[in-house]
């Protein structure tokens, strides 16, 4: 296979073009202006899938001979661009917020395949004052280098570690569970696990529960006997499962009827759902699932590493698509770390030292002889700043009594899905039962509103065992994450042990967004 081949179109695929020309008017974006940015158009030269890919932008004045990115439009942010289609088979859909490109700054694209593109529309929002200039833009689109060097000063000033992206609307990806799998004996229904993820920066989850695909094709038509429909299932801003099918046909289904998952939102499985109503593990797939901050899976040893960005040493390093790792040493615990040099990359080592000078530690994995025992994320954060609000109790605890803590931004925030609540104690008591903690938060004084809404069917409320030896859990999973502006939280202890636990500590780690 030969290298991709990325060439922008114009939007009738029909011309070569990557040019515009535009005279901005200061403080109103112009029209947009659509390109197509194919990888071997027609399958010349059996190109390789292109992954990784960003796109960025040159200007000069109209009439200029030399492009630069040190011109006043790309200089300074004034060029956006946003992804608003696809097409090809093999594609997976994407469409993107407006983005300013220019001078270290980028459009990040999912992977484009052979013969396949991208619709790219560029406009140019240019900052009021600046007057009508007849301007020249060019754009440009790599691939395969998942690294860029920054300005100085990001190292330097603290800015390193996974961005995380909560409170960013660009920020959309799957973080944790959806794992769909036949439901015992088969039947029309699937188990899933349950989901975390951030919709335009906003962190959602969905607790594990059984779903049901009816009998019901996309056309609202009953399915048929020997008939099948393909529904794929994703992920949106409503914060549940969307459902998108196709129309019945003759069943085994073509793979090509598959339906689109819709603009912006996140890819969890496909399942074909077929007129007997039994659906078993053949019928499900989920291997185009993507996971962002780097989440890895592992099949006994071998592990797979998913996409993110994280900063260190003043570089931006970004991966889209899951990497395979190879296989870890069994029996120890082995070290993910990202490395920046080059185009980025990553490697395992079985020793906590740095493989190199600027290693970026991302997962400690504990293995036995045949898989992962035991995984704890040891990677930092970064991006809009994570607030604690610290709930300390000292001395013996006593169900049912309530503990308050005061949010002191005057925007509200969103918890940190993942890591955004935990709990420990000094001591985890005996005897029988647990301790269980309920957090809940009030706008200015009005009602409380538990964030484990489904606590009494699902219980995800922070819970420690009694007589645990490390009575610590950051496992909760709350069902709502935003907390007011001005707002308070209350701490409940709502169950103790037979012999009461001591000595608690939660905290609660919040992200100012407004």
């Known amino acids: 296979m030969a290298a991709p081949d990325l060439v922008w179109y114009d939007d009738a695929d029909v011309a070569v073009a990557e040019t515009f020309f535009v005279a901005p008017e200061g403080g109103t974006p112009t029209a947009a202006t659509q390109f197509n940015l194919w990888n071997d158009k027609g399958s010349v030269l059996v190109s390789d899938t292109a992954t990784e890919v960003r796109v960025t932008a040159l200007s000069r004045d109209d009439g200029g001979t030399t492009w630069s990115a040190e011109d006043e439009l790309a200089a300074s942010g004034m060029i956006e661009a946003r992804a608003v289609g696809s097409a090809g088979t093999g594609i997976v859909a994407q469409t993107t917020a407006w983005t300013p490109i220019g001078r270290g700054r980028f459009l990040y694209l999912n992977d484009i395949p052979i013969d396949c593109k991208r619709e ?4 140019i929002s240019a ?7 007849a301007k020249e ?3 440009r689109a790599t691939a395969l ?8 000063g990001h190292e330097e000033s603290g800015a390193v570690g996974v961005v995380h ?34 919709h335009a920066g906003i962190p959602k989850s969905i607790l594990g529960h059984e779903k049901t695909i009816n009998g019901t094709d996309g056309a609202a038509a009953a399915l048929t006997a020997g008939n099948a429909y393909w529904d794929t299932l994703s992920l949106g801003a409503a914060g549940t499962i969307t459902e998108t099918k196709s129309a019945q046909a003759t069943a085994p289904l073509s793979t090509a009827t598959r339906p689109a998952v819709p ?16 659906i078993e593990s053949g019928d499900i797939y989920q291997d185009d699932k993507a996971y962002g901050w780097f989440n890895y899976e592992s099949s006994g040893l071998n592990v797979t590493l998913h996409g993110g960005q994280f900063m260190a040493d003043s570089k931006l390093t970004t991966w889209s698509r899951p990497t395979s790792l190879g296989a870890l040493t069994a029996s120890t615990t082995n070290y993910i770390w990202g490395i ?28 036995d002889g045949s898989g992962v025992t035991a995984a704890v994320r040891k990677m930092t954060f970064t991006g809009r700043p994570m607030v604690p609000v610290i709930c300390d ?7 049912s009594t309530n503990f308050y803590r005061n949010w002191p931004a005057i925007g509200k925030g969103y918890l940190m899905p993942l890591i955004g609540i935990s709990a420990s104690l000094g001591g985890a008591g005996a005897t029988s039962g647990s301790t269980i903690v309920d957090i809940a938060t009030s706008e200015a004084g009005g009602a409380w509103t538990t964030i484990f809404t489904s606590s009494g069917t699902n219980d995800q409320r922070p819970t420690i065992a009694f007589a645990a030896g490390d009575p610590y859990d950051g496992g909760a999973r709350p069902e709502v994450f935003t907390v007011p502006a001005l707002g308070r939280l209350r701490f409940t202890v709502s169950a103790i042990p037979g012999t009461a636990s001591t000595d608690l500590s939660v905290v609660a780690l919040i992200v100012p967004v407004e």
């Open 393 to 399: 109790v000292a001395g013996t605890l006593t169900a």
């Open 263 to 278: 603009a912006g939102e996140i890819f969890l499985g496909y399942i074909e759902r077929e007129f007997d109503a039994t």
């Open 137 to 139: 833009v060019l754009v």
């Open 145 to 152: 280098g998942a690294t860029e060097v920054l300005e100085q």
């Open 340 to 367: 920046t040099t080059g185009n980025g990359s990553f490697t395992i080592t079985t020793t906590s030292a740095r493989p190199t000078d600027r290693a970026f530690l991302l997962w400690a994995l504990t293995t």
């Open 127 to 133: 900052i009021a004052g600046i007057g009508s200039v």
């Open 165 to 198: 992206g909560i409170g960013d609307g660009r920020f959309t990806a799957l973080l944790e569970g959806g794992a769909i799998t036949a439901n015992g004996t088969p039947d029309d229904k699937v188990d899933i696990t349950t989901i975390v993820y951030a």
């Open 120 to 123: 790219i529309e560029v406009r």
